[in-house]
Every structure is written in C-alpha cells, then in structure tokens.
C-alpha cells in the first residue's frame, strides 16, 4: 500500500469500448484491483463500464495505468474516461470498428472455402494450398497471435489466445492445415457472433433506459431556450410541452396536463397534474403545456438515479457470479495440465504416434476457455434486472435477484403496503364538553406536517381548517402519532398506547378501525375513527406467494390488534399477525425472525418506506413500495417497487426464478459439452474444430438463452 491510501476514494469510470472477453475482463478486473492506490475496481462486463474506487491523491495517473492493464489483455479495447458523464448515455452499443475488424476474418473464411472446394476439384500442389491455407490464418488471425505474444511477454500465461495460438500452430505443425485455419475461423466467428449477440442484449435493456431527457426548455429572461437538462439549476422554471419527456423534477407553477408514468412505473395509468403537484423527471407530458419550477439539479433527478441504480446492479454480484469467476481462474490452468499430460503420458504406453497425442491434447487446449460460462452467467442476471425494472422494478444488485429465489418468509407492513393508506372518516366522537369543529382543528393541524398516510388522509378531508402558523413545535412519534404545540397546548394525536404513555384518560375503543385518539396536555379530547381498505391486488399477491411457495408471511404493524385481524382475515387468512408495534419492536421481531430462519434461506420485507427504514436495511432483502418520488426509500432499499401494487412481488419472484433457471441451464450446459468434448477427444472422437465449434456453439447457446429473459417475459407481460 503506497502511504496516500488512508484516504477517502474518489470513483473513477471508464468504459472499455469493444472488450468482448469476458474471461479478459475478469483478468483486468482483478488486476486494476490489484493496483496499490486502488481500493476497489468492479467491471460490468454487459455495459463494459469499469468502475474503479482509488485514492484521490494519486489521480494523475490512473487513466494511464488502467488503459496499460487493459492493453496487456485486449490490445483492442479503447479505454475511455467516462468519469463525468452520463454512463448510459455515452455507451456505443456496437461499433463500426468492430465490424472493420472482421473484414480480413470474411476474407479468410472465403480463401479457405475457395481452397477445400480448389482441393477436391483440381488437386493442386501442396506448396499452393497450403500458401492459401497460411494467407487465410493470417487474415483471420493474426490479431489473435498478436495478442498473445504480448500476453506471453506480459504475464497472464494462459490467456484464451495463447490457447488458440498454440493450438492452431500446433495443428500446423503437426500438417492439419485445414484443421489449424478452421480453428482460428470458427474462433473468429464466434467471438463476433458473442459480442454482437451481448450488443444485442445490452441494446434491448438500454432501449428502456431510453427515459433519459434529451434537453429540456428552460425560461431564460423571458424566452425558452433548449439546452441538456445538466445545465439547469434548481429554481429555474422550464416549460414542457404536450408528448416531450419531463427532463427534471420539479413542482408545477402552470398549466394542467396528464402524465404517464409508465417507463418507470411499467403501468400506464396517467395521472392529472396540475399546480403545486410534482412531477418526476423521466415520465412523459401527454396532454397540456406545463411549467415547472425545478426541484433537484440533473444529477440528483429521479430519472438519473434510477438509471444508475440499473445500470450499476451488475456490480454487486450474485455469490453464483462469483463462484463462477473464481472456478474459471482455477478451470483453464487445470485443463492446460490435462492437455500437457495428454500429450506426454499416454504416448510411453500408448500404440499410437505422438503425433496422434499432441492432436488430441490440442483440442484439450481449445476447451480450456471458460468464455461460455463467464460470459452467460452476469448476461442473465443483467437480463433478469433489466427486464425487472421495464415492469417498474429496481433491483439493485444480481445478489438481490438471486436471494429472492431463497425466500423462506416476508414480512409485511401493513398501512400504505397491503392496505392502500386512503383512511375514510368513519366517525368524529368529541369527549365530553368538546366542541366537534374544535377537535377537527386540533386533530388537523396537529397532523399538518405528518407524511403518515393518517395524517394525509385527514388533511384532505378537513384542508379548510389548516391553520400553519398556529402549529409549532412539531413532534413526528413513530408508531405512536404526533404531537405538537397549537394555541400554547401541547397536542397529541395518536393510538391508544400514545394515549397510555402520556397518562392520559380515556376509554378504549374496541373497534377494528383505525382510531386516533386526541388529548391536550392531559385533557382527552376525543378521537376519529377511520378506516382503510386492503389494496385491490393484495389478497391475490398472498395467495400467489403461497402458490410460489413462501411458506411464512408475516404482518407487522403498529397499529391495533384488531384492525390487524381484521385486514389478515380480509386477506385469506394465514398471515401471522403482529401489531401494536413501535418502530423498535419491529425490528426486533425482524431480528428474532432472521435468526430463527434456516441457513442460506432469505427473509424480506416490504414497506411503504414511511418509518420503516431500520427494518428495510436490517433484514435481507429490504423492499420498498410505490417508492416514486420518494428518495429515502429508494435509498434505504434493496429492491425498489415503483408502483404501490403488491403484486410486483410476484412478479420480481417470478423474474429471479426464472433467471435463475437459465443461470443453472447455462453453466451446466456449458460444462456438459466440455467435459463431453474432453473425454471425446482423449479418445480421439473429436478434432480439434469440433472442440471450438462445441465452444463457440455454447457460448452463442448461452448467450440466447439468456435472453429467453427478455422475451418470455414479454410474451407473459407479467401484468396482474
Ligand atoms: P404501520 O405499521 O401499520 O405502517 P405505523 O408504524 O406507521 O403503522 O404507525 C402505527 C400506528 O401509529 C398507526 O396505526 C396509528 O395508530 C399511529 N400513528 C402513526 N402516525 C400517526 C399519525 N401521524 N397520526 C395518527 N396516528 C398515527
Ligand atoms: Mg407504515
């Protein structure tokens, strides 16, 4: 460690244009983070952004010293320092450059074709064809043999060109001329049919990122002016018009429109905007003029974070991932060896030539790449998350998505996640010698700064008795109520144990409503009786969490036993209910259940994000409901619902589920056909272009089934 490294890290991103080894990329990876001043360097091999945490003192040469290490494994790779930019916006999916580099493998391939076809008709002289079989190796790999003598001078032994550089030198040496070129071919062509299908799959999830504002109409003395959205600053005013994009958040001065939400909620129900509303950078105007004082610069918008949140999920990697990366690391050197042995060995016992050894070890040497499984295993989680934030779902890590598919429980909260938060008025009963509108002004302005769904909901009904300036002194109590100073008395409204902490007396409403109970200093007052209803979906996200076999779901709350019996009953029963819980004793029921669960099994929670934060960060998989616009929930969670919907659930279920699927298809697959391919060609059933077309064929096999993800999903449409 150099001695500047005690110091906070600065991120520094770079995006490794057309790096497409994926085996590479773990090498780099691990490398850059092996850097001194480097604390943390993490590659998103999908994006091939790589994002590298060093220490910000030494930062005049950590462009330099990447772009080295990148070189010494893929010579191709432009390294670009996108540390300030927009990540997504700077990506280029696919390069002509890429496509230039193929040309002399198009050649290649056309010469060795041209020759096989010459060979068989007019049998020229061997000097001929094997000048045109040379000419065509060449064309398609001198790249390859390129990078690997650099790679050879520069450690990193077994690199899969070297591999493919022995191998086809091999094969020419020992006179498998057509062998030795339809290795390299084959090898060509499939490192192109990989890297456009991973375009491909990158493509299509970015399509969705397509929320991101192109420019936005700011109001500058007077007159609208069109410039990117990262230049405006907060409190200038910009006017959208009908059909563009709300290029930032902000709050409505003018107009009336309707929005549609549906690229981040993946609903498409538009909603009436008018002013003093909010609206969310990243969803569409549909049908008015508005104008919009800006809340939160570009970088702090909703539409920026989520895209980050997305496009960074692949860096938190599932333990699978990892696992993967790790047996790749120890899986080339161990075939290398076979290969070795293969071609020493077998010849002191063996009737067969050296020669006949050398070949077969030669195809041992093609399967040692572990590209297939290196590449399909994050390109399906990547997958999985995309296609989970399409339906309004954010994901924030691949570990995220694979926990979910080792749910033994869920916890839920219930006000404003399984109930829908919109408490109905049912009855107003004063105390005794209590005037009614003066408890109304009471229990309104106490609860005027309230973002608990109680305190909405009176506020709506009663919003002509708000009185701001008589309230001061504030106090939010968590799972009690609140409390606050109106016309010098100290007011408190709140459930019956608020009631009971403050010695305050009054007889207890034995209703399975949702009573707040009000009291001044220690005079009761009387209490409102509400009542909420269980969201439309709930009951059925219940019923198909057990379908999908989450045998323990909980409901905790802080409300009343018996309003919370009665939404377990509304809901089908079978719901182990937990209520009259302060903030402190959910978390610690949270606790007790997470230590009482079985060893590598998960327990999630889902709440609406209104004073449940500790738990959402304590338990395993932590997740937040109709969490759009609302910062701190996406921040605390793990995984994000946009839409208050309970029923996205089952749906992110059935996404990690079947991600999982093709992660398991895939690697087993994959090591199928090498082990297949290996005990083939030790007993000399498979030539060494099988070996590469058994490699380049499982990759590309991979690759689509991973993108079954996308497709199936859309072909389900997941909607409940
Ligand atoms: P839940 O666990 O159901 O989401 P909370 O922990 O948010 O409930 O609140 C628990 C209870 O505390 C509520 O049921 C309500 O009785 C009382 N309470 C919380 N906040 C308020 C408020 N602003 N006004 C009145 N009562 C409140
Ligand atoms: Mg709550």
């Not at 496509?99 to 002399?104: D, V």
């Not at 029923?647 to 992660?663: E, G």
Request: aromatic share 8%; hydrophobic share 45%.
């Amino acid at each position: 460690m150099s001695n500047c490294a005690e110091q906070k890290g600065t991120n520094y991103i770079f995006r490794l244009e057309a790096l497409d080894c994926a085996n590479c990329g773990a090498k780099i990876e691990k490398a850059v983070g092996s850097l001194d001043y480097v604390y943390d360097a993490s590659l998103n091999f999908i994006t091939q952004v790589l994002t590298v945490t060093a220490d910000d003192s030494c930062d005049e040469d950590i462009f330099d010293r990447v772009t080295d290490i990148v070189h010494r494994y893929e010579e191709d790779v432009i390294v670009v320092d996108i540390s300030s930019d927009d990540v997504l916006n700077t990506q280029k999916p696919i390069s002509d450059q890429l496509l230039k580099q193929y040309i002399p493998v198009a050649i290649g391939l056309i010469l060795y074709i041209l020759n096989l076809i010459i060979g068989a008709i007019y049998h020229p002289t061997l000097l001929f064809t094997l000048t045109i079989y040379i000419i065509a190796y060449i064309l398609a790999g001198y790249d390859v043999i390129l990078a690997a003598a650099k790679s050879l001078l520069h450690a990193g032994l077994f690199d899969e060109h070297l591999l493919m550089s022995i191998a086809s030198i091999g094969a020419f040496i020992i006179g498998e001329y057509p062998e030795a070129v339809a290795v390299m071919l084959i090898y060509k062509v499939g490192e192109f049919l990989q890297s456009g299908m991973t375009n491909r799959a990158r493509i299509s999830i970015s399509d969705l990122m397509k929320l991101k504002p192109d420019y936005a109409n700011v109001i500058r003395d007077g007159q609208p002016v069109r410039v990117t959205p990262e230049l405006i600053a907060v409190g200038e005013i910009i006017s959208i018009r009908p059909g563009e994009v709300i290029p930032l958040d902000g709050i409505v001065i003018e107009g009336m429109s309707t929005i549609d939400s549906s690229s981040l909620t993946g609903e498409s129900l538009p909603t009436v905007t008018g002013p003093t509303d909010n609206v969310i950078s990243g969803t569409l105007n549909i049908s008015g003029l508005l104008k919009v004082e800006v809340t939160k610069t570009y970088r702090d918008s909703t539409v920026r974070k989520i895209m980050d949140l997305t496009e960074n999920a692949s860096n938190k990697k599932a333990t699978i991932e990892q696992f993967i990366t790790k047996f790749a690391r120890y899986y080339t050197p161990a075939v290398v060896v076979l290969a070795l042995l293969t071609a020493v060995v077998p010849p002191l016992f063996s009737v067969l030539p050296f020669s006949e050894w050398v070949r077969r070890s030669l195809s041992f040497l093609v399967v040692s790449c572990p590209c297939a499984l290196v590449i399909s295993v994050p390109l399906a989680f990547y997958c999985g998350v995309g296609v989970a934030s399409k339906q309004g779902i954010l994901v924030k890590g691949a570990n995220y998505l694979y926990a979910l598919t080792k749910l033994e429980g869920i916890i839920f909260d219930k006000t404003g996640t399984l109930t829908g938060g919109n408490f109905l008025i049912d009855e107003i009963l004063p105390a005794e010698g209590v005037n009614m509108q003066q408890l109304i002004r009471y229990a309104v302005n106490s609860e005027v700064y309230s973002v608990h769904p109680i305190a909405a909901s009176i506020r709506v009904d009663y919003f002509q008795y708000i009185d701001t300036d008589s309230v001061t002194d504030f106090l939010q109590l968590p799972g009690l109520g609140v409390s606050a100073m109106i016309d010098g008395r100290r007011i408190y409204a709140g459930n019956y144990m608020l009631m009971e902490q403050n010695c305050i007396h009054c007889s207890r409403l034995n209703e399975a409503d949702t009573v707040v109970y009000l009291a001044a200093d220690d005079k009761y007052l009387g209490a409102i009786i509400l009542s909420d209803t269980i969201k439309r979906d709930a009951r059925d996200t219940i019923i198909r969490l057990r379908r999908q076999g989450i045998s323990d779901i909980y409901m905790m709350t802080g409300d009343s036993i018996a309003a919370a019996e009665l939404v377990a009953t509304l809901l089908g029963g079978n719901i182990t209910v937990a209520a009259e819980l302060l903030p402190d004793a959910k978390l610690e029921r949270t606790e007790r259940l997470l230590k009482a669960k079985q060893k590598d099994r998960y327990i999630a929670f889902v709440g609406d994000g209104v004073n449940d934060a500790p738990v959402i960060s304590r338990v395993d998989i932590g997740i937040a409901m109709g969490a759009l616009g609302s910062d701190a929930a996406i921040e605390a969670a793990d995984i994000v619902l946009m839409t208050d919907q309970p029923s996205k659930l089952n749906t992110v279920i059935d996404i990690a589920r079947f991600t999982k699927r093709i992660v398991w298809q895939n690697i087993i697959l994959a090591l199928f056909v090498k082990l297949l391919v290996l005990v083939m060609s030790v007993l000399g059933l498979a030539g060494m272009s099988y070996a590469v077309v058994a490699d380049v064929g499982v990759a590309v096999v991979a690759i689509f089934n991973c993108m079954r993800i996308w497709s199936v999903t859309q072909k389900r449409n997941f909607k409940t």
